[in-house]
């Protein structure tokens, strides 16, 4: 059974940093794009940032560039997104994402396999 379980999110003040990660398995995901999602209340889920399989091709939405990183630890079967300079409307439940393509989508219909989500919080 394929899993992706996503970890490290929380309550933070604005400004300060959050790393989350999502940890693969079931099968591993070497060769294909991974991409964290999130979704705000009453909002549509929406793409943060995706990365290729090998890891030398990103993408970031112009809400996060800037603050956020994306990487991967193909040898652990890892993603992460590392979060700083975190604001009040980053809070969302954030969601981890493996494609069956070895390149990224934006689309979140181009994804195949998601994690359960974890819960960011920034206060102001």
């Known amino acids: 059974q394929v899993q992706l379980v996503e970890s490290g999110g929380g309550l933070v003040q604005a400004g300060g940093s959050l790393r989350l990660s999502c940890a693969a398995s079931?099968?591993?995901?070497?060769?294909?794009?991974m991409a964290w999602f999130r979704q705000a209340p009453g909002k549509e889920r929406e793409i943060v940032s995706a990365i290729i399989w090998g890891g030398r091709s990103t993408y970031y939405a112009d809400s996060v560039k800037g603050r956020f990183t994306i990487s991967r630890d193909n040898t652990k079967n890892l993603l992460y997104l590392q979060m700083n300079s975190l604001k009040p409307e980053d809070t969302a439940v954030y969601y981890c994402a493996a494609a069956l393509s070895s390149y990224y989508h934006i689309a979140s219909r181009e994804y195949d396999y998601w994690g359960q989500g974890t819960q960011v919080t920034v206060s102001s």
């Open positions: 079931g099968r591993t995901f070497n060769s294909n794009a």
